[in-house]
C-alpha cells in the first residue's frame, strides 16, 4: 500500500483540464502525461482526434503529494 493510499487521495474517477492548473511548473510537468479527452469540472470534451488536454484527479494527488512529502 502506498502511503498516499493510507491518506486517501487515489481513487479518484475525476479528470481535470491542465488549464485549471495555475502552478506553471506543476501545469507543465502535468502536460507530459496528459491523456484525457473529457474534464469533470468544466464539462469540456473533444474527440480522440485532438490532442489530450486533462489528466486524472490520481495523477495530480500523486504530484502534489510527492512534493509535500519532499519539502516536509
Known amino acids: 500500500m502506498e502511503e498516499s493510499d493510507f491518506y486517501g487521495i487515489s481513487g479518484m474517477k475525476e479528470t481535470v483540464c491542465l488549464s485549471h492548473i495555475t502552478d506553471g511548473v506543476l501545469r507543465d510537468a502535468l502536460g507530459e502525461v496528459a491523456d484525457q479527452f473529457e474534464c469533470s469540472f468544466c464539462q469540456r470534451t473533444s ?25 516536509y
Open 47 to 71: 474527440g480522440r482526434s485532438e490532442e489530450p488536454f486533462a489528466v486524472a484527479m490520481d495523477e495530480l494527488g500523486s504530484r502534489v503529494w510527492d512534493v509535500v512529502t519532499w519539502l
